[in-house]
């Protein structure tokens, strides 16, 4: 199996050399379709003028044909008596046709250059073949000679050629090493992943990675280490939510044994007995509220359709859960500020009553007598906004990211003497989520605190 590495550098070594040939097979097009025919056209001006210097000067021919040819010239003159002489250094392939030396004594122009045939790999400017060239009929002391005539590409062009030939090669090695030292800082972070993957999958959470780069690897990498905290604190959470149930049920059994083993003692007094049973009760009550709210929360967890959505009015549940808990505000003599629009909210109505129950519940029992609650509830761009704040002891900043945690108690000992579970705000927060809404806290200590929740409704009255 080839790693992601060899994958990508095949790949982009592929396109480095498939890029290169293609560019060298437009290039050769582009020679074939518009150099060519203007080089032919150029050299055929430059054929007629040696023609026409040479039948004007017949005494200054050879000077003449050797001057031009150390110019960087190849030049081949011929009669029809076969006597042939070369000019400049010789033709790779002397491959001219017998009918082409005819036409051209004949006094026909030979455009070599033009006519000859295109090539896949090979540029015709540089193939040195007599019959890529031009050939003029020239009168020499009355007799008619073929004269043909090319660039001579490897004097012209000869160092030029080493410099392109150099320069494309160093281009394409550096271009592949740059490929493959790119490709390695690609996927070095990836295999970095891999290797952490492997160690979440032992359930080690122990991982650091390299989050300062700014692109997306760099995102990857930052939301990777985002995810294994996350996942190590659900790891956590859900040892403790273990230890917490079997604390919670071991809790209240020990007490409902020990106190029914006492019971079976017959000279027990009957105002003892009572108390008792009180306590049986109190923790049998305890007990049974604890199983219905882990019920209601494994519902809400793996059951979708857990809701049973109707439309009702929601300031006059906020009335209704006022009028439930009078007795406790009363009690503790807490004013309450009820500011409630006509709202009608889409849900189910029982779940989200448990939540206004809940948060008004929690401010009774951590505001101090003579302070106040304030239930607010408006539209704000479509979104119903309820907030339930209290002038109560508030919470502490670094308790309030734990506080919807599941089974989750600020003060072990004063939420044991109000009888919590630490289940009321997770599964407040399960049925806002559930609902497609969010649920806020702030909170200042000495203060109060406040919830906010934001859940889709629309106004109007039902």
């Known amino acids: ?23 060298f097979l437009a290039s050769n097009l582009y020679y074939q379709s518009q150099i060519k025919p203007k080089n032919d056209a150029k050299l055929t001006r430059m054929a007629v003028g040696l023609q026409q210097f040479i039948q004007d000067h017949p005494d200054a021919v050879e000077e003449y044909l050797l001057s031009t040819a150390s110019l ?62 031009i050939g ?31 320069l494309i090669a160093v281009i394409i090695l550096l271009s592949l090493w740059f490929v493959l030292v790119s490709v390695l800082h690609v996927v070095k972070p990836i295999t970095r992943l891999t290797e952490a993957t492997q160690k979440i999958s032992m359930g080690r959470y122990d991982i650091k990675l390299y989050t300062a780069r700014r692109d997306e690897i760099g995102q990857l990498a930052s939301h990777f280490m985002t995810m294994s905290r996350e996942l190590e604190r659900t ?44 306590i049986i009760g109190e923790e049998s009550r305890r007990l049974s509220m604890l199983s219905k709210q882990l019920l209601t929360l494994s519902s809400l967890d793996y059951d979708e359709h857990a809701l049973q ?15 439930i808990m009078e007795w406790h505000l009363t009690q503790k003599e807490l004013a309450v500020r009820l500011h409630a629009d006509d709202l009608t909210l889409q849900g189910d109505p029982n779940l989200l009553y448990q939540v206004w129950m809940n948060l008004v519940s929690n401010a009774i029992k951590y505001t101090p007598a003579g302070g106040t609650i304030s239930i607010n509830a408006h539209l704000e761009a479509d979104r119903c906004i309820v907030t339930v704040k209290d002038t109560g002891e508030g919470i502490p900043a670094d308790q309030l990211p734990m506080i919807f945690d599941r089974f989750y108690k600020g003060d072990q000992s004063r939420s044991r003497e109000r009888n919590s579970s630490g289940l009321g705000l997770a599964i407040a927060q399960k049925i806002i989520q559930a609902h497609h809404g969010t649920i806020e806290v702030a909170s200042t200590v000495g203060e109060g605190t406040t919830f906010t929740v934001s859940l889709p409704c629309h106004p109007g009255a039902i």
């Open 1 to 23: 199996m080839r790693s992601l590495y060899v994958r990508m550098s095949i790949v982009f070594c592929s396109v480095i050399i498939i890029s290169s040939v293609l560019g």
């Open 72 to 133: 960087g010239y190849k030049m081949y003159l011929v009669n029809a008596d076969g006597e042939e002489r070369f000019y400049g250094l010789p033709f790779r392939k002397n491959d001219l046709r017998q009918e082409d030396l005819r036409s051209v004594l004949a006094g026909e122009i030979y455009h070599g250059v033009g006519n000859f045939p295109g090539q896949l790999f090979v540029t015709g400017f540089f193939d040195n073949q007599l019959s890529n060239s």
């Open 136 to 166: 003029v009929p020239v009168q020499i002391n009355g007799e008619t000679y073929a004269l043909f005539m090319r660039p001579d590409a490897q004097v012209q062009f000869g160092e030029l050629r080493i410099f392109f030939v150099v």
């Open 235 to 278: 790891n956590r959470a859900r040892q403790d939510f273990v230890a917490n149930v079997s604390h919670e049920i071991e809790s209240p059994l020990t007490s409902i044994q020990g106190f029914a083993h006492t019971l079976q003692d017959n000279t027990l007094p009957e105002a003892q007995r009572l108390e008792y049973l009180t």
């Open 309 to 323: 959505k109707t439309s009702f009015d929601l300031r006059a549940q906020l009335r209704q859960v006022i009028q």
